[in-house]
């Protein structure tokens, strides 16, 4: 076999694996980015909660967050946890990302 041969074999099926590689990758990193998002908006609450626990309700407009309905997810925070909107407003921003 010819040493170009050769070559342009191992140059094929390195190209072809790290092509796959990167398709592959995306999709094992996407998962965790949305489950982050919601943890980053909880944290903003909680943080002005000064450590407390976020209840039922902020977990869940934290979520509404994900969709990209920024008033509700600020009404739900500012209304039903009783968060002040400048938080509310920068939590939803970070689970909107």
Known sequence: ??????????????????????????????????HADVSACINQVERELHGG??????????????????????SGLTGGAGVTKGTAETACKLGAE
Not at 7 to 31: F, Q, R
């Open 53 to 74: 626990e976020a209840p039922a309700s902020v977990r869940a407009s934290c979520s509404i967050a994900l969709s990209g309905d920024q008033d509700a997810c600020v």
């Open 1 to 34: 076999m010819r040493t170009s041969t050769r070559i342009a074999g191992v140059l094929a099926g390195l190209s072809l694996a790290l092509g796959g590689a990167s398709l592959a990758a995306p999709a094992v990193h996407a998962a965790p980015a949305v």
